[in-house]
Every structure is written in C-alpha cells, then in structure tokens.
C-alpha cells in the first residue's frame, strides 16, 4: 500500500483553500483511455492535428464528428472510479476546495461532484462551430454520422463543446481555475501529464504562491521535480485512501 504522509493530510485539513486538478488519467481506471501514454493513449493511434484542431474539423468534419461519436459511445458503457468518487466527498470534507478539470468525459459530476471547473469544455455537450453558441441535439434532424447543421447559423456545423489545440479556453472557467490556484495551500496534479497549457501552468501558480504542490501519477511527468511531493500510483488507489486518513480523527 502507497504511504501518505501525515503532513499531506495535516496540510489538507488545516488549509482554508485547496485545488484538485485532474487530467485523463483520474478517468483511466474507469476504462478511458489517456491521451499520451504509448500503446493504449489516443494519440497512439489517431494524430490529434487529424482530430482535435478547428482545422481538422473544417477540412473533415465527419471523421471528426465520428471520432467524437464513437467515444460518446464509450462513455455510455463506462462508469466514475473511485478516485472520482473520492474527490466529490473530499469537496464536502475541506475548506475552500475547487476542483478543475482538464478532462471533457463528466465523470466528475456523474460522480457527485458540484461546480466542476472545466477547462477543456465536455463531450457531453454540443456547440455550433461558427458562433459558439449551445446547441440541444434532440431537436435536430441528422444521422449519427455527419455533423447536424446549426440552429444558430446558416454555415455553421454542430460540434462537441471541447477546446481543441489552438482554441481558447473558456474565459470564465480560465479565471476561476487561475485565481483558485494562485491562493491556494494545497494543490493536487492529478493524473495529468503536466504538458498541455495554460492548464499545465497552473501548479506552478500555485507553487509561486507558496502552496504545497502535491502530484498524484504512476508516472513522472515535466510536474514531478518541482512539486513538493509526489504520491506514484493510481488516482483510484491513492484518492480514496486520502479520504480515509481525513476521516480519522487528528491528535
Ligand atoms: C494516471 C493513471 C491513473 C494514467 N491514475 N494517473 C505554450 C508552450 C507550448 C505550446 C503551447 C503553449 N501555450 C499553448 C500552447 C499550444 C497548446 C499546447 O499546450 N500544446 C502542447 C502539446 C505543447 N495549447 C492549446 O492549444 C490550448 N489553447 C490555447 O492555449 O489557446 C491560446 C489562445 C488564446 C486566445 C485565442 C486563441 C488561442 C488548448 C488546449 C486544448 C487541449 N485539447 C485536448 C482535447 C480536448 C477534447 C478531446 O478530449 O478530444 O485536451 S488535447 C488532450 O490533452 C485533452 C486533454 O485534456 C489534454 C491534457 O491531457 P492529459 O489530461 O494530461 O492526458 P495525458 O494522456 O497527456 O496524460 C495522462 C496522465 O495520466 C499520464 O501522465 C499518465 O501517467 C497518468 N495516468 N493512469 C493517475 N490510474
């Protein structure tokens, strides 16, 4: 069994603000597939500028479309693990916790956990590529194919609410996630391989700010030198018992 140290779960219950920051390893254990591991990571076997790019989409919709098809699909056979549920009940155990999320799979709510900050949009829904603006797929005629055209402008497609390479992230989830990391005394990395900006700033905001950076991966990432500490293993191992020695009572 992984140690966690008493001074992580002191600092965890003493601090007035602690960030989660979770990536595609915090779903790996539910049965989805990171991105930048080799042999199982989707960029193994699909190039992301084919696939995840505005201009992929524009020059190919449909195999986008599919692409994003197929893994909606796979979302609906798989369920959150107990790293997701562990952080929705870390939320209610903690003062000041925020969790912000790179990952677009929801898990994180379907776990139970509230204001998720969503730094790469959601899977689940869906936008019109030209003016942004949300669209209900049910009210649409379409296949499961191609991408349904948009409500809200003549030219425009329908396309999952992700931010691809090279698009803005949402403002507004950008400054909470920024200003949560930047004052807090605790941050989590977990499951991500630290490469991705602006997210992968964010630890480092966090550590200019004083903060204890605390890195939760089986593997070691460009986080892993500069945090304080570094907990190797599984998101689904080493959450829940986290959880477990912040329930226990303190001396
Ligand atoms: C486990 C585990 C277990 C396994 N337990 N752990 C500065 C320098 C260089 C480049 C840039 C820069 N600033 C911006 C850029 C460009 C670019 C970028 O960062 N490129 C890098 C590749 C270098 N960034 C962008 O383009 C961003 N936009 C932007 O900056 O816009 C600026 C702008 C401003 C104003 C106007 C216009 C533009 C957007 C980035 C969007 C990323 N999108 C994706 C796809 C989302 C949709 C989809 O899902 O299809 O987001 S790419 C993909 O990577 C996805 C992820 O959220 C993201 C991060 O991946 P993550 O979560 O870290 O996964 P992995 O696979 O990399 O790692 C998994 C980890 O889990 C591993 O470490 C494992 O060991 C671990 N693990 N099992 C715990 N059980």
């Known amino acids: 069994m992984i140690e966690i140290s008493l001074q992580l ?3 965890l219950k003493q601090a007035d603000s602690v960030v989660a920051s979770t990536g595609a390893g915090t779903s790996a254990e539910s049965g989805i597939a990171t991105f930048r591991q080799s042999q199982t990571g989707l960029w193994s076997r699909f190039r992301p500028e084919d696939l995840a790019t505005p201009e ?17 699909e ?78 809200h402008h003549r030219q425009g497609l329908v396309r999952p609410a992700v931010v691809w390479f090279g698009e803005a992230l949402p403002q507004a989830a950008l400054e909470s996630a920024i200003q949560a990391s930047s004052r807090c005394q605790v941050f989590l990395s977990i499951g991500t391989s630290s490469i991705v900006q602006p997210a992968a700033s964010l630890a480092e905001m966090a550590r200019q700010a004083g903060s204890l950076v605390v890195e939760i991966n089986p593997a070691s990432t460009p986080l892993s030198s500069h945090a304080d500490m570094v907990l190797q293993g599984k998101s689904g191992e080493i959450l829940p018992r986290i959880l477990e020695l912040l329930a226990e009572p303190s001396d």
């Not at 925020?98 to 709510?109: E, P, R, S, W």
């Open 56 to 72: 992929a989409f524009e020059k190919n919709p449909q195999r986008v479309w599919e692409w994003y098809q197929w893994r909606r």
């Open 9 to 11: 779960i002191k600092a």
């Open 74 to 151: 796979q979302l609906r056979n798989v369920q959150p693990n107990p790293g997701h549920h562990a952080l929705a009940k870390m939320a209610a155990m903690l003062n000041g916790f925020t969790l912000i999320t790179q990952n677009v799979d929801g898990l994180h709510q379907r776990a139970g956990s509230q204001e998720v900050i969503e730094l790469h949009g959601s899977i689940v829904r869906n936008i019109c590529h030209r003016s942004r603006l949300e669209v209900e797929l049910e009210h649409l005629e379409g296949d499961q194919h191609s991408p349904p055209r948009s409500p």
